[in-house]
């Protein structure tokens, strides 16, 4: 049975309601970000998506797309939830294995901006990691993305 109604791609998509006031606004770096992609600090004070992996850098989730691509950095802004622990994301998985219960209860790291890597549990001190709460390996959701999806939240790594 489907767990998500709307499969995506790539890319973390907000599953609870939004706080009143939860948005931030970050000057972007020279890049064309995507709705749902992983911020990072680019430490110049722009916003980024080149992770690969948490890291104590990274400020939130994209919430619209913005191509900067061809700007000065700081030329335009993107929009960004926080990565706070209230809420609940749906996000494809991008590596290893189509997810079943048993990464359910765990953190993983990225495996991209846009995917996290269920072969990767190791974190940062002061990062976050992606606490998986449970999954959609539906018919639906491989057909979308192979490996399936992971519903959760970003939770600390020192907790």
């Known amino acids: 049975m ?4 709307r499969y995506h791609a790539r890319g973390f998509f907000l599953l609870t309601q939004l706080a009143a006031g939860g948005l931030h606004t970050l000057p972007a ?8 992609d992983i911020l990072t600090d680019d430490t110049n004070g722009y916003a980024t998506n080149t992770a690969t992996a948490f890291s104590a850098i ?6 619209a797309s913005v191509d900067n691509s061809a700007g000065a950095a700081g030329a335009v802004d993107v929009q960004m939830i926080p990565l706070l622990r209230q809420y609940q ?3 494809p998985v ?6 079943t ?4 209860g765990d953190k993983y790291d990225l495996h991209n901006a846009y995917s996290i890597d269920l072969a990767d549990t190791t974190g940062v001190a002061s990062a976050v990691g992606f606490f998986i709460d449970d999954f959609d390996a539906s018919t639906e959701a491989v057909a979308v993305t192979t490996y399936g999806y992971a519903i959760g939240h970003f939770e600390p790594h020192d907790a």
């Open 89 to 91: 994301w749906v996000v």
């Open 29 to 36: 770096a020279a890049v064309s970000i995507i709705k749902g």
């Open 2 to 5: 489907a767990k998500v109604s």
């Open 58 to 63: 990274d400020v939130g989730v994209a919430i």
């Open 101 to 104: 219960r048993g990464y359910v």
């Open 94 to 99: 991008g590596n290893n294995a189509v997810i």
